[in-house]
């Protein structure tokens, strides 16, 4: 509910209130989009790769659920992320995509966790795939790492930071503040669909065992 | 026994077991010399655009061929149980890891050398004059490639995809390490000097050795037992 509301709300200054930037025009305002859930995104892999060190360290299959929904709920917003930014690199660079640094290791990291989907897909017995799954969780954190400290070291023409954060960044506070809000808004929106994705992966396991219950008589 | 001579026990019970049925290797080298010809048939093989990415090219075939090498690696312990036996052996997995990536690394780093002449002969590429920094490269990449693979290959040796999971998984994990050999090896095999700004791929090339060696060799023993 509150995530809807501020989502609403977040709406409504950006298109109403904030102007047009100078350069950009509207599409602008897809920053508002893009730059949150790219932060959703990475806040939720780094949470999956917590879940999966305490599912390690517990061996309690409840972290392994919190990880595996905490990474598909940062896959999603991980695509939207992709998407948002690659209409707007149509409008501002004229392209769809381009092979700059930080693109494309958005790229592999949202591969990294496909390919940690598609291995939980592989394996049926629900341990290994825990386990396995936690590993590979792990590794894909610490090779997003490497790729994010990268940025730093390679050309790129994908636009600097301009969040206040780093430097005093370079966008008016009027602009960036409905970021901030809109990152709390996705913050708690995927909050919400995490907890709706491991309800749902708990009433999926009770389903299997009372089928196999009643498949025992 | 101590640590490296049981994991130099298991490097070598591989090796030789690969010299004696040569399977691994031979089809390897043969997979890197289609891919060698496959090349020439997307690129115009004597031109100057392909010393231009000389250094991608090779490390794709690099990296293709490792793939099955690293495949095999736990696969061909999948018979007679042995891959069980080895577990249940007084060897520690951590010592099981050392000891497979030992006898992949020495494998791919052959598969390597005979590809390196080879395609300095087809492509009509000068031979590169500081060979030994390029060696140098070659060693720290394939070790790269060698420690995610083998572990990869330890994870995914029970599943039915094993063969579509394990390049699916390591090709993105390898991208750091790829990029830092294969920025290198253009420069290395354009015969040009490093230069400072190149030192930074190297850096970006040990630092990724070892962080995920430390990870492989700290998780290896939850992905064997468990």
Known sequence: MLSGAILAWNLHTMFLRVPDELNQGAIFRIIYFHVPSAITSFTGFFFAMFASVAYLASKNLRFDAIAASINEVSLAFATITLITGSLWGRIAWGIWWTWDARLTSYFVCWLLYVGYLMLRRAIDDPTTRARLCAVLSIFACADIVIVWKSIEWFRTQHPGPVLSIRNGGGMAPGMEAPIWWNLLALLLLSTVLIMLRMRQDAIGREIDSLRRYANAF | ?226
């Open chain 2, 1 to 226: 026994m101590t640590f490296l001579q049981q994991a130099l026990a298991i490097a070598g019970k591989d090796l030789r077991s690969e010299v004696r049925s040569k399977e691994t290797v031979n089809a390897s080298l043969s997979f890197a010399l289609v891919i060698l010809l496959l090349f020439s048939f997307a690129f115009d093989p004597g031109s100057e655009q392909t010393h231009e990415i000389a250094g991608g090219l090779l490390w794709l075939v690099f990296a293709f061929a490792g793939t099955l090498i690293l495949n095999r690696s736990f696969a061909r312990e999948l018979v007679n149980d042995c891959l069980d036996a080895l577990i249940a052996s007084p060897a520690s997995g951590a010592q099981l890891f050392i000891g497979k990536c030992l006898a992949n690394y020495v494998l791919l780093l052959i598969v390597e050398c005979i590809c390196l002449p080879i395609f300095v002969i087809f492509y009509d590429a000068r031979w590169p004059r500081q060979f030994w920094l390029l060696f140098l490269v070659m060693l720290l990449g394939t070790w790269g490639i060698t420690v995610i693979g083998t572990l990869f290959s330890a994870m995914t040796v029970n599943l039915r995809l094993r063969e579509l999971m394990l390049p699916t998984l390591i090709y993105p994990m390898l991208i750091p390490a790829l990029m830092g050999a294969i920025q290198l090896s253009t420069v290395l095999m354009a015969g040009e000097p490093l230069g400072a700004d190149n030192l930074i791929w190297f850096k970006l090339l040990i630092g990724f050795d070892l962080i995920f060696t430390i990870l492989a060799v700290a998780l290896v023993e939850i992905v064997l037992v468990g």
